[in-house]
């Protein structure tokens, strides 16, 4: 009902795209200039809103790459309550850097991890800041021209390819189509692991690369759930019923994984980077505890793990368990396109002196 009510929308979405087509063209001819640093910079981005597994590519690409470069993160820290430019510290909360760079500071807190609305600012100050960066990883930054990146990596939902979708908002495309064409690397996100080769093939003929790109297919490999608070791991069963909080672009997948995994679950919904409050905390308690069952947890997802953080106090006793997701490779192509992204960085000299 809501994806027929969005046709109507098309109108918009002409105008819209008309509004995306002529600052592109003013990109390509020159009239606006985009950055470029003497510097290797990793662009992860898609074309559309919401979720194409983003966050967990950025988390691959540093996990790659982190053994053998002095890594930097930066973000727009989307709907943090602060702005301007900043580094992660210890004192810093998700409040203060957002959601996603918050969550890469946990992950990886050896490495720089950055925010700032103007990357074209930004990434002089990483440089100035922390001299020792040998690689920027840029986190949702395809349709942000003010820079460019030496290499793009375009994220694809296999659900809802680019080449399948419409213009905002009659559709989920924030830039055209054939902005595609300035990837290095087109990644199709969210395949069922059972991908076939045909469907594959199918795919890459519809995306229809170009000679100098590479396409490749991820799936979702979720990995043991851990306790908000204390860290504990806690093996999901058949028998377990789950209250789901979710509060991301796109929660399809870790709802069809739960339909396979435990006895019964009720998800409640919030929008994507969405601040909870306490009185929503109340709520979440009392869903839980009118569940009967003597095998019960509530599942979050990593995202909003680092927004509920706040709550360390009220929830070390609460079974709140956060469930944490990562890309797997499909066709054994992992080296493959951990070798492009390590080439590419070691055709900076400097890099690859010190390398």
């Given at each position: 009902?809501?994806?027929?009510?969005?046709y109507?929308?098309?109108?918009?979405?002409?105008?819209y795209?008309?509004?995306?087509?002529?600052r592109?063209?003013?990109?390509?001819?020159?009239?606006?200039?985009?950055?470029v640093?003497?510097?290797?910079v990793?662009?992860?981005?898609?074309l559309?809103v919401?979720?194409?597994g983003?966050?967990?590519?950025?988390?691959?690409?540093v996990?790659?790459?982190?053994p053998l470069?002095?890594i930097a993160?930066?973000?727009?820290g989307?709907?943090r309550?602060?702005?301007?430019?900043a580094i992660?510290?210890e004192?810093?909360?998700?409040?203060?850097?957002?959601d996603e760079p918050?969550?890469?500071f946990?992950?990886?807190p050896?490495?720089?991890?950055?925010?700032?609305?103007?990357?074209?600012?930004?990434?002089?100050?990483?440089?100035?800041?922390?001299?020792?960066?040998?690689?920027?990883?840029?986190?949702?930054a395809?349709?942000?021209?003010?820079?460019?990146?030496?290499f793009?990596?375009?994220?694809t939902?296999?659900?809802n390819?680019?080449?399948?979708?419409l213009m905002?908002?009659?559709?989920d495309?924030?830039?055209?189509?054939?902005?595609a064409?300035?990837?290095d690397?087109?990644?199709?996100t969210k395949?069922?692991?059972?991908?076939?080769?045909?469907?594959k093939?199918?795919?890459i003929?519809e995306?229809?690369p170009l000679p100098?790109?590479?396409v490749?297919?991820?799936?979702?490999?979720?990995?043991?759930?851990?306790?908000?608070?204390?860290?504990?791991?806690?093996?999901?069963?058949?028998?377990?019923?789950?209250?789901?909080?979710?509060?991301?672009a796109?929660p399809?997948?870790i709802?069809?994984?739960?339909n396979e995994?435990?006895?019964?679950y009720e998800?409640?919904?919030y929008?994507d980077?969405?601040?909870?409050?306490?009185?929503e905390?109340?709520?979440i308690k009392?869903?839980?505890?009118?569940?009967?069952?003597?095998?019960k947890?509530?599942?979050?997802?990593?995202?909003?793990?680092?927004?509920l953080?706040?709550f360390?106090?009220?929830?070390?006793?609460?079974p709140?368990?956060?469930?944490p997701?990562k890309?797997?490779f499909?066709f054994?192509?992992s080296?493959l396109?951990?070798?492009?992204l390590?080439?590419?960085i070691?055709s900076?000299p400097k890099?690859?002196?010190?390398a």
């Open positions: 009902m809501l994806k027929s009510f969005r109507f929308l098309f109108p918009f979405s002409i105008i795209g008309a509004v995306i087509f002529i592109n063209k003013f990109f390509d001819k020159g009239i606006l200039r985009s950055a640093f003497n510097f290797p990793i662009c992860v981005g898609n559309a919401g979720g194409t983003k966050t967990p590519m950025t988390e691959y690409i996990q790659q790459l982190k470069y002095k993160t930066l973000s727009r989307y709907k309550r602060t702005k301007g430019f992660a510290n004192h810093t909360t998700a409040i203060d850097i957002g918050m969550q890469f946990q992950k990886f050896d490495i720089t991890v950055a925010v700032g609305e103007e990357r074209i600012f930004a990434i002089p100050q990483i440089l100035h800041q922390k001299p020792e960066t040998e690689v920027i990883v840029l986190d949702d395809f349709q942000h021209r003010s820079v460019s990146a030496g793009n990596i375009l994220l939902d296999y659900s390819l680019y080449t399948r979708d905002f908002p009659a559709g495309l924030r830039d055209l189509r054939k902005s064409a300035r990837a690397v087109i990644i199709v395949c069922e692991s059972t991908l076939s080769l045909k469907e093939n199918k795919i003929f995306l229809n100098n790109q590479r490749f297919f991820t799936t979702i490999d979720y990995s043991t759930p851990y306790h908000l608070v204390n860290k504990k791991s806690i093996k999901i069963e058949n028998a377990h019923d789950v209250v789901l909080l979710c509060g991301i796109n399809l997948p709802k069809k994984y739960l995994q435990v006895r019964y998800m409640m919904k929008p980077h969405h601040i909870f409050s306490s009185d905390l109340v709520d009392n869903k839980f505890e009118k569940i009967i069952s003597n095998k947890i509530v599942l979050t997802t990593e995202k909003d793990a680092v927004r953080e706040k360390e106090k009220e929830l070390s006793d609460f709140i368990f956060v469930l997701i890309h797997h499909l054994e192509e080296t396109f951990n070798d492009l390590i080439k590419y070691n900076y890099v690859n002196n010190h």
